[in-house]
């Protein structure tokens, strides 16, 4: 009988101990000169732990360092046009046919960027002072700084706003050894701020005298340069073989240069539509006479005209759902990326999406694969690119919507005909929205794909963009090397 309230435990259990993960402390020691010369500030956030944190990293490595510019620096111009005037280039924007292709510093770091804007040569500027010239290091220094790109092939010659500094070097090898100095983590930061840590707004060529770098040994710098410039020759003919693969699908349908399309003999924008063609859309860029222009011509000289939709050409096209994103530190989930990053080898400001809040989404509607055709649908509408091996599980937001190739066979042909001027035309005419510019899966599905007449140049266009892709692949690969080596035998060597 029991004779009281007690209760008996008649098996001893043990609570699991939760152990909780606290973050690092930041911290770093200030001088009394610092704080005076920030406005005797005693805030943390006024000095950057982990910037000051890295310039003492660079200036206790057992290379020593060297000052990047000045008179025994590393540098032997950095200049930007209009530098020395300390005036802003006049910029006179036309069509394309009446000038020049103008690239601005948001497209710098694209492994193959194409002009948003034409500048008239009329323009009261030098035109050879914009013009890059290959065997430069460019850097942004305005808007987004600290963005880095080495002038191969690709952009020699190229026309590029005044908003990008340009650096020439006493010694070639050191060209692609700042590159990844300044791609690494430990160097942009540096780069990114000052001597107290506060992110510089607008950077002057006068600020790189204030940046040394590791002293390395001609060897060491050799190795890291050699494979950089390696990475940009891959990228170099990877977009030569894009080029000539979308030549053969020009020469084939007989395409004539998209601005000769766009031409109209009305000084007005006008046009009419039949009834019977709305399709339910009733805003004018759904009709604009372009499209019908193309679409007309792909029947007169294609073998046939289908859709994304097509299951010889799509297995799925995927729009993601609207979810708020849970990030994390790097190495705790998979990468994120947005559409502004879609044109490059490897997207600076990558974010981390948590597997433990997001892991079913991810598997379904996130991830990315190889050979995917990626398409961005909100806000800039119609980039396109082909998802590399790198990418691999790699993650994208809700604003980009994917196409899942049938096989091997069509991938890459499906995406150099919509990267293409006229496939531009046919993905932007989808359009709608008053204030953010949208289009859907639906859309994509109905956007026009001519098949060719000669199936074996529509078998070498799909070959060229495959293997352009594997070039690019590699690419990255001896970037991560160089960045690796950089890190592991320069920044933190022992």
Known sequence: MVSSNLAFQLEVTTQPKIEVQESPVKWCSVSLSDVVSRGKRLEASVFDVEAKQAREKISKGIYGTVALAGDNGLIETAYYPGWIQRSRLKRIYCDREYGEGFYLPSQMTDIYPKPEKYISRLADCDMDELRLKKNTLLLTRSGTIGSVAYVSKTLDRCVFS????????????????VYAFLKS?????ILRTNGYGSVITHIEPGHLEEITVPN??????KRVNDLIVRSYALRDESNEMIDEATQLLVGELHLPPIYKMEKSDSTVDTYSVKLSNMNLRLDASYHVPIVDAIIAHLHQNADEVTTIGDPRISKEVILPGRFKRVYVDEGHGRVFIGGKQLGELDPCNKKYLSLVHHGE???KQL????????????GTIGKVTLVGKHWESWTANQHIIRVVPANSEIAGYLNVFLASDYGHQLITRFTYGSVVDEIDDNHVRQI????????????HINELALGANKKRY???????????????????AK
């Open 448 to 459: 026009a794909i001519p098949l060719l007449k000669d199936r074996a140049v529509q078998k």
């Open 361 to 363: 989404r991810i598997a």
């Open 185 to 189: 983590k430990v160097g942009n930061l």
């Open 216 to 221: 390395a040994p001609i060897e060491l710098r």
């Open 474 to 492: 590699e690419a990255y690969c001896l970037e991560q090397e160089a960045l690796r080596i950089m890190n592991e035998e320069v920044i933190l």
């Open 367 to 378: 991830e990315l694969h190889e050979n995917m055709t990626l398409i961005t649908c909100s």
């Open 162 to 177: 005044d908003d990008v500094i340009r650096i020439t070097f006493k010694e070639q090898y050191d060209l692609g050894y």
